[in-house]
């Protein structure tokens, strides 16, 4: 079955700084990823999606993830954090099935 | 366009309630989900359904009910409220969930005491 781990469940960055989130997937066939955001009290919203087209995907607010298939990996990144970049961020997986699976979420705190 | 929507917003159940969770979509989406959020586990899957008619369990699906008549409805059904239960569950929709955007209700906070 496909699964996704987050490594890190509270990641705390300085204002400026660079944004590393990390997802790790496991699938012996070629996975869709995606990041959602959450901000406090609100529900998930999309950041971006890997369907196979390209290895970098570029998303919303700045974001993007490379999928490495050598790594079974899907980071998100950001090159420079924003206070308004606070929330709760989640990798998920879905691999021709009909379902997303989630990984358990990873904080994002941003110091001034 | 409304989106998904969720209502109630907050419930509290005494244990061994019962109570039903609605969940409508206007995208005229045939994949449609229940999530229950818990702190530190992420979003755990509960039931899904694939089309009007169709449903499936999730990852913990025990104590809880679904039914698809509709293809704009999916509610989910406690039949005995339990304080494990309490948590904050989220509905979603997507045309596939293999390519496109899943959308999320705003969620449903609930207590069981």
């Known amino acids: 079955a496909q699964s996704v781990t987050q490594l890190g469940s509270h990641v705390s960055v300085s204002e400026g700084a660079l944004v590393l989130l990390r997802c790790n997937y496991s699938?012996?066939?070629?996975?869709?990823l995606f990041w959602y955001v959450q901000y406090p009290n609100q529900g998930l919203q999309l950041l971006l999606k890997?369907?196979?087209?390209?290895?970098l995907v570029k998303g919303i607010n700045g974001f993007e993830a490379e999928f490495k298939k050598s790594e079974t990996s899907f980071h998100l990144t950001k090159p420079s954090a924003h206070m308004s970049d606070a929330a709760e961020y989640f990798c998920?997986?879905?691999?021709?099935?009909?379902?997303?699976?989630f990984g358990q979420g990873t904080r994002l705190t941003i110091n001034p | 366009n409304a989106g998904v929507t969720q209502t109630p917003k907050f419930q509290v159940l005494k244990t061994g309630q019962s109570m039903t969770l609605q969940c409508a979509q206007d995208?005229?989406?045939?994949?449609m989900s229940w999530y229950r959020q818990d702190p530190g586990m992420g979003l755990r899957l509960i039931h899904y359904?694939?089309?009007?008619?169709?449903?499936d369990q999730g990852e913990v699906p025990n104590g809880y009910n679904v039914s698809r008549s509709t293809t704009e409805d999916f509610p989910l059904r406690l039949l005995s409220a339990a304080p494990s239960q309490t948590s904050v569950y989220f509905c979603?929709?997507?045309?596939?969930?293999?390519?496109?955007?899943?959308?999320f209700g705003q969620g449903t906070r609930l207590t069981v005491v």
């Open positions: 979603a929709s997507s045309d596939r969930w293999t390519s496109s955007e899943a959308f």
């Open positions: 998920a997986v879905s691999i021709r099935a009909q379902k997303l699976v």
């Open positions: 359904s694939v089309g009007a008619g169709i449903t």
């Open positions: 699938s012996s066939v070629p996975p869709y």
């Open positions: 890997y369907t196979s087209a390209a290895t």
């Open positions: 995208m005229n989406h045939e994949y």
